[in-house]
């Protein structure tokens, strides 16, 4: 595996939720730059050293609701 993917989310309570897609990682922050370094922990702790994906891609998901 050369990349791995995170679906990130924003948290209701706020801050940021990253699921990844084909492996089983979930981690959470209160902003973006905690989230990057949690992100890379848990990849990190998830695969030994010869599996690890080279590229973690974050795609950011944003719900936006607006009046009628």
Known sequence: MT???FIV???????FVA???GA????EADDMAQ?????RDAV???FDEADRPQVI???LVRDE???A
């Open 57 to 59: 891609r974050l795609h």
């Open 9 to 15: 989310d924003e948290a209701p309570e706020g801050g």
């Open 24 to 27: 089983s990682i979930v981690t």
């Open 65 to 67: 609701v607006i009046a």
């Open 44 to 46: 990190r702790c998830h």
């Open 35 to 39: 989230l990057r370094e949690s992100v």
């Open 3 to 5: 990349e791995i993917l």
């Open 19 to 21: 699921r990844s897609v």
